[in-house]
């Protein structure tokens, strides 16, 4: 496989409680390889979860057409990247639309593998917009040990499976009151009223 670039927009910490963890992760940031290049881009004030993701994709769209998003609380599978790049260049993404944005336009489906490909750690209610989920689903989520990954793809087998969906649409979904919260925690964050 190819190796990739990737990008750490680290955000500057936004009261002196964050020091100690922003420096913990700068000395983590100086050790990490395996990728072709590494660039941390270190904000010089905070700029908060949203305005940093933001800048960063402006950022890496001026000199990328595309790029994979990840947050600070997965763990990935051998695969994941794999998976990913032989995933975008099979669908041909590369517009500067929204994923699902492009699915709808497009006409596309999702794709979701038989075996997790990333175990996420932000439900713990520490996570930006994540919630909180008792469960520890997710923290002990088996995933892919493979190293590699081939989309076996064809017309046939691109069915719906409505097991399938209903599984998703039954874990996925969300009550009134936890939207309610992660909507009110979003609307708290985004005005700068939670966090400080």
Same mark, same amino acid.
């Given at each position: ?130 919630? #909180?989920? @008792? =469960?520890?689903?997710? &923290? ?8 590699? %990954?081939? !989309?076996? $793809? ?17 874990? #996925?979904? @969300? =009550?009134?009151?936890? &939207? ?8 708290? %964050?985004? !005005?700068? $009223?939670?966090?400080?």
């Amino acid at each position: 496989m190819r190796k990739k670039q990737i990008y750490i927009a680290l955000d500057y910490p936004l009261n002196k409680s964050h020091w100690e963890g922003y420096n913990k992760i700068n000395r983590y940031l100086e050790k990490v390889e395996g990728f072709k290049t590494v660039t941390v881009v270190k904000r010089d004030k905070n700029f908060g979860v949203f305005e940093n993701f933001k800048e960063a994709r402006r950022e890496i769209f001026n000199i990328n057409d595309r790029f994979i998003l990840s947050e600070d609380d997965n763990y990935y599978s051998p695969n994941f990247l794999d998976y990913i790049n032989k995933g975008l260049d099979k669908f041909n993404i590369t517009d500067d639309t929204l994923f699902c944005m492009n699915m709808v336009k497009n006409d596309l489906v999702c794709v979701f593998p038989v075996m997790s490909k990333v175990r996420n750690y932000g439900l713990d209610g520490t996570g930006e917009h994540g919630g #909180f989920i @008792q =469960s520890d689903i997710y &923290r002990s989520q088996l995933i892919d040990p493979a190293t590699t %990954f081939n !989309f076996e $793809l064809s017309n046939k087998g691109m069915d719906e499976s409505k097991e399938i969906s209903m599984l998703l649409r039954k874990h #996925f979904g @969300q =009550s009134k009151k936890s &939207r309610l919260f992660t909507f009110f925690k979003y609307i708290l %964050f985004k !005005f700068r $009223l939670l966090y400080r």
